[in-house]
């Protein structure tokens, strides 16, 4: 299994310019998220989704955008790039906990986004 | 709002030193907590898993805690080794799969 995949690793847009952040698993997990990591300020989530067709805002949404209309894939959408949002973007699965006490969460190798 | 604090921010050990990592939160009603290694410019290793049921989980020279009562986790590491050094990060799932992050503890083994 490849686990999860992300594309592309680096990328420079210019202020205003929209794009695409791909993410892909092939371990047929329900769960999958984004999050951005920003030095001194930890990992934060920015959408999820639990399943296709499902997907819901975290903690900091607001510029993004997303749609689940596979199970395998999870494409991130930066609608306007901002300076704001440059950041390091990991993509992450896991089965659908259900009310168990969940289950692993695995993170794909990022990308660094740099906006000018 | 649940929070998931990591001190200290960067620790220096000598080499075959025993460490502890410390991971705090603020919500005992926490589904699992999850370790993770980060290598400089890399993504997020998942190290170990420990669900609100089991206090402890062994992987190799890793053993990671919970106390949910106090609302700690710990990371111990045994007879490091300079390839241990990284930063280590913990995350917290509170009753579904988002995960609340540290800001995590760059680890230094000094040869």
């Known amino acids: 299994n490849a686990g999860v995949t992300q594309t592309p690793k680096f990328q420079v847009l210019k202020t205003g310019q929209s794009m695409t952040l791909q993410c892909a698993q092939d371990?047929?997990?329900?769960?999958m998220s984004w999050y951005r990591q920003d030095p001194g300020m930890g990992l934060r989530l920015i959408h999820y989704?639990?399943?296709?067709?499902?997907?819901d805002q975290g903690e900091v949404p607001n510029g993004y955008n997303v749609s689940r209309s596979t199970t395998e894939d999870f494409p991130l959408r930066l609608l306007s790039a901002a300076p704001s949002q440059t950041s390091v973007y990991f993509c992450?699965?896991?089965?659908?906990?259900?009310?168990?006490?969940?289950?692993?969460?695995?993170f794909g190798p990022g990308t660094r986004l740099t906006v000018t | 709002k649940q929070e998931v604090t990591q001190i200290p921010a960067a620790l220096s050990v000598p080499e075959g030193e025993n460490l502890v990592l410390n991971c705090s939160f603020t919500d005992s009603a926490i589904y699992n907590l999850q370790w993770f290694r980060q290598d400089p410019g890399k993504g997020l290793t998942s190290l170990l898993l420990?669900?609100?049921?089991?206090r402890e989980q062994t992987s190799g020279r890793l053993n990671a805690s919970l106390d949910k009562s106090s609302g700690r986790s710990t990371l111990y590491i045994a007879a490091s080794q300079p390839g241990d050094s990284a930063t280590y990060l913990c995350?917290?799932?509170?009753?579904?799969?988002?995960?609340?992050f540290g800001t995590g503890t760059r680890l230094t083994i000094i040869p």
């Open positions: 989704s639990v399943g296709a067709g499902i997907t």
């Open positions: 995350a917290g799932s509170f009753g579904n799969e988002k995960l609340t």
């Open positions: 371990m047929n997990h329900e769960y």
């Open positions: 420990i669900q609100s049921s089991q």
């Open positions: 992450a699965s896991s089965y659908s906990s259900q009310g168990y006490e969940g289950y692993e969460q695995y």
